[in-house]
């Protein structure tokens, strides 16, 4: 039962550190999304990627967050500073061209202090 | 860009009863709409879906409905069962040949069946 994998689960930072958050896709998927969950603004979309190149990070504060993908296999979500409004549940999500449905991972529960 | 409105934020309803969520959505480009299940701290969950070429799919007690003249859409889950609580969103989204497109999302539904 192939998942969207996300690492580290949970990180507790000080504010102005640097996070970075993992996603591995399902292996064949070529579409990758980051999606940030708090409970005042809900599930909102920060950026998402197709066959590896960026289709949209207009959600994502430019100043702090970047958001990669090095290989089909790994895509990456790095805060600097982070600050305490950034906490929240930072969800990746994977589909295939062939799908409709978007696949979840677990998330990161990211708390900044 | 897309915009998607979820009623009721919150919902009791006895054990057997029938639970009703509804949804809008503002873009007529949008031809795919999921709903999620979310339980506390964990992933959200695709429970069912519905495409804008179809008006009502049902999956034993979950049926969703939609209206594409209108824009809105509707969760129904019948005979309700105490592991039914759970948060559930819709969402908006539109596919193509290329692949899916980003979810836009409803503020959530927080669903309490009581035994």
């Known amino acids: 039962d192939a998942r969207v994998t996300q690492t580290p689960r949970h990180k507790v930072t000080e504010m102005g550190q640097e996070v970075t958050m993992r996603c591995q896709p399902i292996l064949g998927h070529n579409t990758v999304f980051w999606y940030r969950q708090t409970m005042m603004q809900g599930l909102e979309l920060l950026a998402y990627f197709r066959n590896r190149a960026p289709l949209d990070d207009s959600g994502m504060p430019k100043d702090r967050f970047s958001a990669e993908m090095p290989d089909a296999t790994l895509a990456t979500l790095k805060i600097q500073p982070s600050e305490p409004r950034d906490s929240a549940v930072y969800f990746c999500a994977s589909a295939s061209h062939r799908e409709y449905e978007q696949y979840f991972g677990p998330g990161t529960r990211l708390t900044v202090t | ?115």
């Open chain 2, 1 to 115: 860009g897309e915009n998607v409105e979820q009623h009721p934020s919150t919902l009791s309803v006895q054990e057997g009863d029938s639970a009703v969520i509804k949804c809008t959505y503002s873009d007529s480009a949008s031809n795919y709409f999921p709903w999620y299940k979310q339980e506390l701290g964990k992933r959200p969950q695709l429970i069912i879906d519905i495409r804008s070429n179809v008006g009502e799919k049902k999956d034993q007690r979950i049926a969703v409905t939609l209206n594409k003249t209108a824009k809105h859409f509707s969760l129904h889950i019948t005979e309700t069962q105490p592991e039914d609580s759970a948060v559930y969103f819709c969402a908006a989204s539109l596919y193509s040949g290329a692949g899916s497109y980003q979810l836009t999302f409803g503020k959530g539904t927080k669903l309490s069946v009581i035994p």
